[in-house]
């Protein structure tokens, strides 16, 4: 076997939990292999890199072994290599108590500062 399915293979990892649902993202543009977009027949091979985005955000994998059937996360954990850059961290967001009324005028200037309209 030297190449699997494109939608199998990321069923097989566990990064999607349905194979149906890999097959759609597929289908949406949201697999890319080798920076191709990549339909959900799309045969994938070892070294090959995938960008999958999943929840708004780019996941990048590379393939190490070729799956057919799903296994277990640590046995899946090993057929890919994570090439994905850590994520910043979530931003700051400013809240006020709820019924906290009319901010004052410090409170306005405060949070202008905040939101970088000085």
């Known amino acids: 076997m030297d190449a699997v399915r494109v939608d199998a293979w990321l069923w ?20 890319r292999v080798n920076g191709e977009k990549a339909k959900a027949a799309q045969p994938v091979r070892i070294g090959d890199e995938l960008r999958v985005r999943i929840d708004g955000f780019d996941r990048i994998v590379g393939v190490r072994q070729l799956l057919v059937k799903r296994v277990g996360a640590p046995l899946a954990a090993l057929a890919y290599e994570e090439r994905t850059p850590p994520r910043d961290p979530a931003p700051k967001v400013a809240v006020r108590d ?16 905040f939101r970088g309209r000085d």
């Open 12 to 31: 097989a990892i566990r990064a999607y939990k349905t194979r149906s649902a890999a097959t759609s993202a597929c289908r949406a543009g949201h697999v």
């Open 98 to 113: 709820r019924g906290a009324g009319r901010p004052t005028k410090r409170e306005r200037r405060d949070i202008d500062h």
